[in-house]
């Protein structure tokens, strides 16, 4: 049940970014811009859930989202047409480390990808380069703003989950 409600937050972030609303449904909200990166902060089934997002040059958007369970990437496309319950291969390369894994498709236009280890936000926080590869497609993300507001936003809940 809590997933199901976390996607549905998912579904009005990326709305609320694709549009360029200040608040998404399910008690999430935009709370700061950095560039090309807009950090959101929320309660999803009564659980605290923080993250930041960004819109692609074709459009996708490429989202992190920490809550106290886990450390999630969400990937979405209008124009994708996915098999929902598929899997691809994902790498994630920060400066050079590499983060490996499955994507599994959530519905005809969304991968997410759960689980990823704590270190993986860290490499993001003090990132200067990065893409993200699916089945051999590769996307290089524009890291201005993110590291300010992945501080702002997400940072400060990581620590407190970790504990």
């Known amino acids: 049940m809590w997933m ?3 996607r549905q937050a998912f579904a009005g972030i990326v709305l609320a970014s694709a549009i360029g609303c200040t608040s998404a449904s399910a008690g999430v909200e935009i709370t700061q811009r950095c560039n090309f990166w807009e950090a959101f902060r929320g309660t999803l089934d009564g659980q605290t859930a923080a993250g930041v997002t960004t819109k692609m040059s074709d459009g996708s958007l490429v989202s992190v ?3 106290s369970e886990d450390i999630s990437l969400r990937l979405s496309g ?5 098999e929902t319950g598929d899997d691809a ?3 994630i390369v920060v400066d050079g480390n590499g983060f490996r894994g499955k994507a599994h498709a959530v519905n005809d236009q969304e991968f997410e990808v759960s689980n990823l280890p704590n ?4 490499s993001l926080i003090d990132g200067r380069e990065a893409y993200i590869e699916i089945n051999g497609v590769r996307w290089r993300l ?3 703003g993110l590291t300010r507001c992945l501080k702002s936003s997400v ?3 990581a620590r407190r989950r970790n504990r």
């Open 4 to 6: 199901l409600k976390a």
């Open 142 to 144: 524009n890291l201005n």
């Open 119 to 122: 270190d993986f936000l860290e």
């Open 155 to 157: 940072e400060p809940y």
């Open 89 to 91: 291969r994902i790498r």
């Open 65 to 67: 989202i920490v809550t």
């Open 78 to 82: 209008r124009h994708w047409d996915l």
